[in-house]
């Protein structure tokens, strides 16, 4: 299974920015890849705030359309998420996923704290 570490996360105010960045122990090729950025707090369930396809295409939660980016680069096996005008409300642990078809991976977990 393919280990995922984040990293990139911390303390910012608020209309401030940070990049988070994944880096995985395998590759990140394959054709059915998908790579998301998930967050979490202790009142929420774990939500989706970014994906993207082996194909570059990309999806984002409505609450970051406009602020974030993902990117991802697949010679580095690497995903990152660079997050803009960061909102208190963006306070949560950001998590790394792959999924290859029924496989998913998880990483750790960064903290990000936007302070107001």
């Known amino acids: 299974q393919v280990q995922l570490v984040e990293s990139g996360g911390g303390l910012v105010q608020a209309g401030g920015s940070l990049r988070l960045s994944c880096t995985a122990s395998?590759?990140?090729?394959?054709?059915?890849?998908?790579v998301g950025w998930y967050r979490q707090t202790p009142r929420k369930q774990r939500e989706l705030v970014a994906a993207?396809?082996?194909?570059?295409?990309?999806n984002y939660a409505d609450s970051v359309k406009g602020r974030f980016t993902i990117s991802r680069d697949n010679a580095k096996k690497a995903v990152y998420l660079q997050m803009n005008s960061l909102k208190p409300e963006d306070t949560a642990v950001y998590y790394c996923?792959?999924?290859?078809?029924?496989?998913?991976?998880w990483g750790q977990g960064t903290q990000v704290t936007v302070s107001s």
């Open positions: 996923n792959l999924r290859v078809g029924f496989a998913s991976s």
């Open positions: 395998g590759s990140i090729r394959s054709p059915n890849a998908m």
């Open positions: 993207i396809s082996s194909g570059d295409s990309a």
